[in-house]
T-cell receptor, first 117, second 116 residues
Framework: AQKVTQAQTEISVVEKEDVTLDCVYETRDTTYYLFWYKQPPSGELVFLIRRNSFDEQNEISGRYSWNFQKSTSSFNFTITASQVVDSAVYFCALRDRTQGGSEKLVFGKGTKLTVNP | DAGVIQSPRHEVTEMGQEVTLRCKPISGHNSLFWYRQTMMRGLELLIYFNNNVPIDDSGMPEDRFSAKMPNASFSTLKIQPSEPRDSAVYFC??????????????FGPGTRLLVL
């Protein structure tokens, strides 16, 4: 079965520190899709990034960067020079193909990041 | 463009009452998803529609839950009768399906349901 593990339940850092959120996934598919979402205290789920299994290039978007490594089945997320506004719960997700035709996302349990001033 | 719209944003009801949650997907998106978020189980898919047709309802907990999508711009999730264990945040999400798998799902703001 498809599975996403975010081993870090909570992380607390001081503003301007760099922080990495870990995501390990399990899948039997050769083609698969990974996502990161942010859930700020207001509760909505905000899409951050989508990555398919054929694209192993790391991606950078401003202070955010993602390291995708198929060899270790990991898709880690780094925030550089963290800010208080980065405080949120971050979810890693994997598209699940176990149900025929389904586009279901399997989510990790999330990592709660607190950035203190 | 407007994102996914959900209503109501908050709902408090008493056990046994019927609850109807509503969702308007992003215009042009033809896949719609209902997810539930609880502390115990995290985020889990309840049902998935493609072109208004239910494709995967394996996550619907029991017969008390039902979902419909009468047209491309509207979906409902109904709980009847509601129970305290149904208290959760219910998210609706939509995605374009352009013949490619793994499209990004865009989520609405969620409906916080409390059943007393």
């Amino acid at each position: 079965a498809q599975k996403v593990t975010q081993a870090q339940t909570e992380i607390s850092v001081v503003e301007k520190e760099d922080v990495t959120l870990d995501c390990v996934y399990e899948t039997r598919d050769t083609t698969y899709y990974l996502f990161w979402y942010k859930q700020p205290p207001s509760g909505e789920l905000v899409f951050l990034i989508r990555r398919n299994s054929f694209d192993e290039q790391n991606e950078i978007s401003g202070r955010y960067s993602w390291n995708f490594q198929k060899s270790t089945s990991s898709f880690n997320f780094t925030i550089t020079a963290s800010q208080v506004v980065d405080s949120a719960v971050y979810f890693c997700a994997l598209r699940d193909r176990t149900q025929g035709g389904s586009e279901k996302l399997v989510f990790g349990k999330g990592t709660k990041l607190t950035v203190n001033p | 463009d407007a994102g996914v719209i959900q209503s109501p944003r908050h709902e408090v009801t008493e056990m046994g009452q019927e609850v109807t949650l509503r969702c308007k997907p992003i215009s042009g998106h033809n896949s719609l998803f209902w997810y539930r978020q609880t502390m115990m189980r995290g985020l889990e898919l309840l049902i998935y529609f493609n072109n208004n047709v239910p494709i995967d309802d394996s996550g619907m907990p029991e017969d008390r839950f039902s979902a419909k999508m009468p047209n491309a711009s509207f979906s409902t999730l109904k709980i009847q009768p509601s129970e305290p264990r149904d208290s959760a945040v219910y998210f609706c999400a939509s995605s374009p399906t352009r013949g490619r798998p793994g499209e990004t799902q865009y989520f609405g703001p969620g409906t916080r349901l409390l059943v007393l």
